[in-house]
C-alpha cells in the first residue's frame, strides 16, 4: 500500500494510473465490491490461493509484493522500476477520456485510437476511484489511496475489435452507495450463517 501511495507522487497520473481493488481478505473490509472481487478473481484463479496485498502491473501479476511496513521502500523501488520499463514502451492505442458530474450522475465517454491489436479479449473498462479514505484497516493503515467504488459499464468491460471506437457510460452517485451497502450486507448476512 505505501509503495502503491508513492507511485502516485513519484509519476504524473497521465502516466501512470493506480487502482487499489479491496477484497475481503483477511476479514471484511468495507472498501470491497463486487466487480473488485472479480477482478481480485480474474488474476488469482484459484480462490483457496487469493491474498492481498495483491499487484498486476500493465494486466501482468507480479509475485510477492505484499509484505512488512520495513519492506515498503525495497518494494517501491522495484515497482519503480518496472513501472519506468513500462514507461519506455510505445503506447498500443491512443485513449482519450472525459467525465463530468451533473444532478448526482458521472458520465464518462472514452475514445480509443490506433489501435495495436483490436480483439474480443482487448477490453476497455471504466472505474469510479474514490482518491481518499479513511478506515483504520487491519493492515494498521488509516488513509486508502485510489479505492475503486464502482466499474460502470460492469468489471468485464467493452471489447475493443476494432481500432477506434467511442464508449461511454452514466452512473449515479446514489447506486453506487447503494450497491455498496447492498454488497457489505449481503456479506454480513452470508459471513453470519
Request: proline fraction near 4%; include cysteine; charged fraction near 30%.
Amino acid at each position: 500500500d505505501l509503495a502503491c501511495d508513492a507511485v502516485t507522487k513519484a509519476f504524473k497520473s497521465t502516466e501512470v494510473i493506480v487502482l487499489q481493488y479491496h477484497a475481503h481478505i483477511p476479514g471484511p473490509d468495507p472498501m470491497t465490491i463486487p466487480d473488485g472481487e472479480e477482478r481480485h478473481a480474474f488474476y488469482l484463479k484459484k480462490e483457496d490461493e487469493r491474498f492481498t496485498p495483491f499487484l498486476a502491473v500493465n494486466g501482468k501479476a507480479e509475485a510477492n509484493f505484499g509484505g512488512a511496513l520495513r519492506a515498503a521502500k525495497v518494494k517501491y523501488q522495484s515497482l519503480r522500476e518496472n513501472l519506468e520499463e513500462q514507461l519506455e514502451k510505445p503506447a498500443t492505442a491512443k485513449l482519450s477520456l472525459t467525465a463530468s458530474l451533473k444532478e448526482g450522475a458521472i458520465s464518462i465517454k472514452a475514445n480509443v485510437n490506433d489501435l495495436e491489436k483490436p480483439g474480443e479479449k482487448v477490453t476497455l473498462r471504466f472505474v469510479v476511484v474514490e482518491d481518499k479514505i479513511r478506515y483504520a484497516g487491519s493492515n494498521g493503515l488509516r488513509y486508502h489511496h485510489a479505492v475503486v467504488r464502482a466499474m460502470p459499464g460492469g468489471n468485464k468491460g467493452f471489447a475493443m475489435t476494432k481500432k477506434s471506437a467511442e464508449q461511454s457510460a452514466t452512473i449515479k452517485l446514489s447506486e453506487i452507495q447503494d450497491a455498496i451497502t447492498k454488497h457489505l450486507d449481503d456479506f454480513t448476512a452470508k459471513a453470519q450463517k
